[in-house]
């Protein structure tokens, strides 16, 4: 497993030891041990997936209070992942790091407690499933305006195909800050 670091601090991605034979494949999607060795501790609660239709793009989303570390793959087709840092007093506040994950390279990405999410679907489908440090909450559930100009993710598609809660989701500027999530060095 090779852990890579992104230009985002805390935001990595990991890389699994693929096993190939006969049969197919084996590889560890998730080892507890080997991501500490890394200084990654992350305790899952929550197991996700989701599938989406090529341009399909959700986010960006986060949760606040109740932050969710999020650690991400695709298992059938190919996205474009990104995380943005939305913690205020963050020394990278309204930065972002983006990551095409596949079932081909098969790698994941960790994103931590603070950071906004989202994907946007390259493939006719991708299968999308992730592990998350904190249930739900339908309260705490929260989200940023895709295309937010403070922002400039650099989206590979245009004119995404968007949820109404998404296309209608604030920006930046317009949230109040004790809605955004705190920097914890
Ligand atoms: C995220 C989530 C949604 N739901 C329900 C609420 C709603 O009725 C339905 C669809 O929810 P959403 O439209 O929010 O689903 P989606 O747009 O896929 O939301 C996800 O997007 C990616 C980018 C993330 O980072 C995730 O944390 C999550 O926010 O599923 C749950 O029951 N549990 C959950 O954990």
Known sequence: ??????????CVVIE?????????????SFNADRLAQHGLTPAFVQGNVSSSSC??????????PKPQGKYVS?????VWDVAVDIRR????????????LSAENRRHFWIP?????????????AVFTYLCT???????????RWNDAALAVDWPVADPVLSDKDARAPFLADVSE???????P
């Open 55 to 64: 341009g399909v793009l959700r986010g960006l989303h986060y949760q606040w």
């Open 113 to 125: 407690e603070g950071f906004a999410h989202g994907f946007v679907t390259l493939s006719e489908r």
């Open 1 to 10: 497993m090779k852990v890579v670091e992104t230009g985002l601090p805390g």
């Open 89 to 100: 007093d963050s020394p990278t506040f309204g930065k972002w790091a983006a990551v095409v």
């Open 74 to 78: 695709v298992v059938e087709g190919e």
């Open 16 to 28: 699994p030891q693929v096993f190939g034979d006969d049969r197919g494949f084996f590889f560890e």
């Open 178 to 184: 004790e809605r955004l999530p705190v920097y914890l």
């Open 134 to 144: 904190a249930t739900y909450d339908r309260e705490a559930d929260a989200g940023i």
